[in-house]
């Protein structure tokens, strides 16, 4: 428990203040596959989390797809942390 507060409070020291703002965002898109705009979101915006709706999901396949994709970005990109994904159900 100690080690994990010591990583969190290291994390965050390391974060700037666009990042952690980033991180409290949740945003949702258009499509089945990556975009130009939530690519942004992700890479340039730091945001937290990923909503997926009916519009964003054609198959398991695809969606699992999707979500590694999504995933690579944030983790190739400070602060390099995974992404919440949710649904909309």
């Known amino acids: 428990m100690i080690k994990n507060k010591t990583i ?5 020291s390391d974060m ?3 990042e952690k703002v980033g991180q ?3 945003v949702g898109f258009n499509g089945i596959e990556v975009t130009p705009g939530i690519k942004e979101m992700v890479e340039d915006y730091h945001v937290g ?3 997926y709706f009916r519009r964003n999901i054609r198959s ?5 797809g999707l979500s590694r994709e999504l995933q690579r970005l944030s983790a190739s990109r400070r602060p390099g942390l995974p992404l919440m994904i949710s649904t909309d159900q």
């Open 49 to 51: 989390g990923i909503i």
């Open 8 to 12: 969190i409070k290291k994390t965050l």
């Open 60 to 64: 398991l396949q695809q969606v699992s």
């Open 24 to 26: 409290v965002f949740q």
């Open 16 to 18: 700037t203040l666009e």
